[in-house]
């Protein structure tokens, strides 16, 4: 499925969808019928590089989406177990370089047993061929949560949350009121003040928004407290 019939509702065991942002190619999948993990897959049109965005499980599943292309990356959102657990298998398959928060890298590595090549923080720049996606730390899901933008100048940004945002709410903080207003301060300043309505934000489970309905939620979830 792609472009035009994109709409983001995907389910484990269903087809990918794609769609294409400028030069970069797009494809969501979900795996796990338990949790249902969103991972995505780019792919530079112009070099056919590609990166993928949480090797969340069904490591089989993932290798064919990436066929015969390579691997240049796999960048891991964040530390909790439900986002790795393919991880070492699609490296170990591809040779792919392995991308973390600093500060949940320590623990990537110490769930997966796969070292963390990279440890990025704010602006860092991950390369897909011509293109690229900039590192935003957000923390309060967990100490070292990045989302990825991806803005190709056409005036609708690409970003990727983790569990960070999703349409509704900020991720779960597991009712630590001291760690829901980080997240929602990090949400708040790095993403909505920055980033304009027409950005269209891909999370870590369930289907997509735009910054656009989000925005005018945000006093309520400040008020609701998740």
């Not at 090797?55 to 691997?71: C, F, N, Q, T």
């Not at 100048?153 to 597991?174: E, K, M």
């Not at 735009?210 to 925005?215: A, E, F, I, W």
Request: hydrophobic share 35%.
């Amino acid at each position: 499925m792609t472009n035009d019939a994109y709409t983001g509702e995907v389910s484990p065991g269903g087809e990918a969808q794609t769609r294409t942002a400028g030069h970069l190619e797009i494809t969501k999948v979900a795996v796990d019928p338990q949790m249902s993990n969103n991972c995505y897959l780019l792919r530079c049109t112009d070099t056919g590089d590609q990166v993928l965005i949480d090797a969340s499980d069904e490591a089989p599943r993932l290798l064919e989406l990436i066929g015969d292309g390579g691997l240049s990356a796999v960048v891991t959102t964040h530390q909790h177990w439900d986002h790795h657990r393919a991880l070492a298998e699609v490296v170990r398959a591809t040779g792919a370089t392995v991308v973390a928060g600093e500060p949940d890298a320590d623990a990537i590595t110490e769930q997966t047993g796969v070292s963390v090549d990279h440890r990025v923080g704010e602006g860092d720049r991950i390369p897909v061929g011509t293109c690229s996606l900039v590192v935003i730390p957000v923390a309060g899901h967990t100490p070292g949560s990045i989302c990825l933008l991806h803005d190709d100048g056409s005036g609708q940004p690409h970003l990727f949350t983790g569990d960070s945002l999703f349409p509704g709410g900020v991720g779960n903080t597991q009712g630590d009121s001291g760690r829901f207003q980080q997240l929602l301060e990090d949400v708040s300043t790095r993403i909505f003040d920055v980033l304009p309505d027409e950005t269209w934000f891909y999370p870590g489970h369930g289907s997509d928004s735009t910054l656009g309905v989000q925005r005018p939620h945000l006093d309520e979830w400040r008020e609701r407290g998740w």
